[in-house]
C-alpha cells in the first residue's frame, strides 16, 4: 500500500517569510497528525485531525501556525511568518483506528524546514 | 502532563553485542508505549507496542521490551546487534484516557562491523 506522501521534502526560506507543507495520508486513515522534530529531540505533536475535525492543537502556536484538512483527507500546515526557531522537520502522519490510544502511526519521510 | 525521558542519548557498540535502552515516563493512569525506530535515510516506523496483557512484548527484528509498571520503565532490549541496527531510537507513551503520543527525545544507536 501506498504510505504516507508528504512534499516538499526540503524547504529553505528567510525568517518572516511563509512556508507550507502538504501531506496525503495513507487511503482510508481518519486521523491526521503533524509533528514537529528539532534537531537533537523527538517528535513534538503539534495537531490532530480526526477526519476534518481538530482533535487537539494544544501546542500548536496559533499566531503564527495554521493546519487544515477540509476534507478530510490531505491536510497542509502553514507558517507564517516564520521565525529561527522553526528549523525542523516537520512529520505527517496517519492511523486507521481512531480514540483507541494503542494504534500504530504511519509516518511520512517529513518535510525539512531550514530559516534562515 | 506526560513525558517521557530517554537516558542515553547515543550508544555506540560492536555486532554480536547485546543491546538495553532506557526509557522511562511520567503519568499516573493507564498507558499505551511504544518504540519508534528511523533508520537513515528512512521515515520513523513502529518496532513494537504495549497496551495491555504480557508486559514482555516481542517486536520486529529481534527486539523486545518490558513493561515494568512500578518502574514506569519500557527498556528496550536485543541480545545480539547488527550492524542493520544502527538507527535512532524513540519511546512514546499515549495514555488511554487520551489521545496524544508524547515521544522521548531518542537515542541515536551506532553498531560498529
Known amino acids: 500500500e501506498a504510505g504516507v506522501a508528504q512534499s516538499p521534502r526540503y524547504k529553505i526560506i528567510e525568517k518572516r517569510q511563509s512556508v507550507a507543507f502538504w501531506c496525503n495520508p495513507i487511503?482510508?486513515?481518519?486521523?491526521l497528525y503533524w509533528y514537529q522534530q528539532i534537531l537533537g529531540q523527538g517528535p513534538k505533536l503539534l495537531i490532530q485531525?480526526?477526519?476534518?475535525?481538530?482533535?487537539?492543537d494544544s501546542q500548536l502556536p496559533k499566531d503564527r501556525f495554521s493546519a487544515e484538512r477540509l476534507k478530510g483527507v490531505d491536510s497542509t500546515l502553514k507558517i507564517q511568518p516564520a521565525k529561527l526557531e522553526d528549523s525542523a522537520v516537520y512529520l505527517c502522519?496517519?492511523?486507521?483506528?481512531?480514540?483507541?490510544?494503542?494504534?500504530?502511526?504511519?509516518f511520512g519521510s517529513g518535510t525539512q524546514l531550514s530559516v534562515l | 502532563a506526560q513525558s517521557v525521558s530517554q537516558h542515553n542519548h547515543h550508544v555506540i557498540l560492536s555486532e554480536a553485542a547485546s543491546l538495553e535502552l532506557g526509557c522511562n515516563y511520567s503519568?499516573?493512569?493507564?498507558?499505551?508505549l511504544f518504540w519508534y525506530v528511523q533508520y537513515p535515510g528512512q521515515h520513523l516506523q513502529l518496532l513494537l507496542k504495549?497496551?495491555?496483557?504480557?508486559?514482555l512484548v516481542k517486536g520486529i527484528k529481534g527486539f523486545e521490551a518490558e513493561f515494568i509498571k512500578s518502574k514506569f520503565s519500557f527498556n528496550l532490549r536485543k541480545p545480539s546487534v547488527q550492524w542493520s541496527d544502527t538507527a535512532e531510537y524513540f519511546c512514546?507513551?499515549?495514555?488511554?484516557?487520551?489521545?496524544?503520543?508524547?515521544f522521548g527525545g531518542g537515542t541515536r544507536v551506532l553498531v560498529k562491523p
Open positions: 502522519a496517519s492511523s486507521a483506528h481512531p480514540g483507541q490510544g494503542n494504534e500504530k502511526l504511519f
Open positions: 487511503s482510508g486513515h481518519a486521523t
Open positions: 485531525f480526526q477526519n476534518n475535525g481538530v482533535v487537539d
Open positions: 503519568y499516573g493512569g493507564t498507558v499505551n
Open positions: 504495549y497496551f495491555s496483557g504480557d508486559p
Open positions: 512514546a507513551v499515549n495514555a488511554t484516557a487520551g489521545n496524544k503520543l508524547t
